[in-house]
């Protein structure tokens, strides 16, 4: 048997043979919670705090990515998926919103930690209405199959953007 040529992503671990598209996911929203966790504890003027705003920031825009390429543009292409999709799209767009702001802003004052907490508000919002609403309505959309090839172009798509973003 030959061997597979597909490349692994040193970033991401590889999907299980039966694995979800909801199992990967949430294999991010947990990283995402950790750090913003971690990012909420952090002290100011140090490099720590800097650093895990940038792995939260990659995190979040390599996630959002995956998921809108491999979850979302599925999801819209059924009529029930519409609303939900778009307002899920939208609390995206939000959060990229303040992670931009987070970005000019210097990184040790009040108004800082004030977007910050923000932004950890959002996140962990965002993530608790996909895991408990849109996961549920979108298992009904997807077939058992195509949830598990949805799962492998995800880790692929998520390893490939953590790169890309790891080099700008
Ligand atoms: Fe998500
Ligand atoms: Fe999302």
Redesign the pocket.
Known sequence: MRASTVKKAPTTTPARPTESIFDA?RE??ER?RALCRQLLRSKPHTADRLSIFTALRIELAA??AA?ERH?YVPILMDDRGLSPARH?LHEHHQMDELVEDLQVTDHSGASWMATAKQLSHKVHH??RE?EKKFFQSSGKILDDALKMRLAKRYRREHARMVRSLQKA
């Open positions: 996911l991010s929203h995402q996630h959002a998921e979850l899920a965002h993530l996909e």
